[in-house]
């Protein structure tokens, strides 16, 4: 019989807690280059959407970012707002929302080319060390939620 490892006891020793901190701090990394873009974390990512593909229903934004339709609406409104894209509804189907990008919203993506690069600088890792940790955060994503699901 293998005996299982000891469980963490202290917030350090937390692999949600370093999960929850690194991500805020990511964050705030990112906070004042998109300060510069006037967009906040959530909306660079649904840009970031919109910029590998174009022309898509709002239920595949939310499921491309992981969240619920109902969370993705009102940051995309701002982004309406902000004249960065246009909702439309379908032709064939009244209940789809399609998001499309508008000339602003297109040129918003050159302005905000150095963003991956300044926010790779910040983190002082290597190429190498990033892919793998990106790999292993995705593939323990995956795990999580397939056991949520099931």
């Known amino acids: 019989m293998t005996q299982r490892p000891a469980l963490p006891s202290t917030l350090d020793e937390q692999l949600c807690f370093a ?24 909306q660079y990512l649904a840009m970031l959407v919109l910029w590998e593909t174009d022309d898509i229903t709002v239920k595949d934004i939310a499921a491309r970012l992981n969240l619920d339709s109902a969370t ?13 894209l246009q909702r439309v ?3 064939e ?8 990008l508008t ?11 150095e963003v991956p690069a300044e926010i790779f600088c910040a983190t002082q890792q290597t190429p190498e060390f990033l892919l793998c940790l990106r790999d292993d955060l995705t593939r323990l994503r995956t795990t999580l939620n397939d056991y949520m699901d099931h």
Do not use: N
């Not at 999960?19 to 959530?42: C, R």
């Not at 993705?72 to 960065?84: A, C, D, I, M, W």
């Not at 189907?93 to 399609?98: A, I």
């Open 19 to 42: 999960l929850y901190s690194t991500s805020l701090a990511m964050t705030k990394a990112y906070k004042p280059l998109l300060d510069k873009l006037d967009l906040t974390y959530p």
């Open 72 to 84: 993705v609406t009102p940051l995309l409104k701002r982004l309406e707002t902000q004249g960065y």
């Open 93 to 100: 189907d009244e209940r789809l929302v399609y998001i499309r």
């Open 103 to 113: 000339k602003a919203g297109t040129a918003l993506k050159r302005q905000a080319r």
């Open 89 to 91: 509804r379908g032709v």
